[in-house]
């Protein structure tokens, strides 16, 4: 079985700070890491995924995130964040493995900017 | 327009009564997906399909019923709802299964009195 933490439920920060919001899962086979970005009163919307290659994945509006094995970790940063980067942030975990492309998602980060 | 849709956006209905959430998709996409968003939960997949007239449950399917006779269309039902299944409901399509991006409708949040 495969699952996802989100370390940090409510990440508050001010505008042009680096932020991190953190993801472990946990799985037994080789795993698809995603993050989706959830903007207020709306639907997810695919942020960056890591499927294979460089470990190192980028956004188009300035977030990376790193897929890291020996810790099962799949953190994503900013190095300078903006207001309009309001919005819940999801981690989630997919795999060859699953049937119909099932998609397991952590319980979410608020990311609060604050001017 | 082309997308993911999902009606109605807002419902409120009674213990007791059968609910169906609609969701219509124009891409043509193989798989869709119904997910419930639930705080501390984050989304939880209720029932899944890979093609029209194959479907399966997910981790939360108890309590509702799923069908796909048209690949556009998935309607997701309730058959008779309880104060529980009280959420924000999304659909959700990709084109292929694990590796693809799986596209969003904006909700239906549900409320059971």
């Known amino acids: 079985a495969q699952s996802v933490t989100q370390l940090d439920s409510q990440v508050p920060v001010f505008e042009e700070a680096p932020v991190e919001l953190r993801c472990n899962y946990s799985?037994?086979?080789?795993?698809?890491l995603f993050w989706y970005v959830q903007y207020p009163n709306q639907g997810l919307q695919l942020l960056l995924k890591y499927l294979s290659g460089s470990t190192l994945v980028e956004s188009i509006n300035g977030f990376e995130a790193e897929f890291n094995k020996s810790q099962t970790s799949f953190h994503l940063r900013k190095p300078s964040v903006h207001i309009s980067d309001t919005a819940e942030y999801f981690c989630a975990v997919s795999s060859f493995y699953n049937q119909g492309g099932k998609l397991i998602f952590g319980q979410g980060t608020e990311l609060s900017v604050k001017p | 327009d082309a997308g993911i849709t999902q009606s109605p956006r807002y419902k409120i209905t009674e213990t007791g009564r059968q609910v169906t959430l609609m969701c219509h998709q124009t891409?043509?996409?193989?798989?869709m997906f119904w997910y419930r968003q639930d705080l501390g939960h984050g989304l939880r997949l209720i029932y899944y399909s890979a093609a029209a007239d194959i479907t399966d449950k997910g981790e939360v399917s108890d309590g509702y019923v799923v069908s796909r006779s048209k690949t556009e269309n998935f309607p997701l039902t309730l058959e008779s709802a309880t104060r529980s299944q009280t959420s924000v409901y999304f659909c959700a399509s990709s084109r292929l299964d694990s590796t693809d991006t799986q596209y969003f409708g904006p909700g239906t949040r549900l409320t059971v009195l």
């Open positions: 799985s037994s086979v080789s795993v698809y």
């Open positions: 891409w043509s996409h193989s798989y």
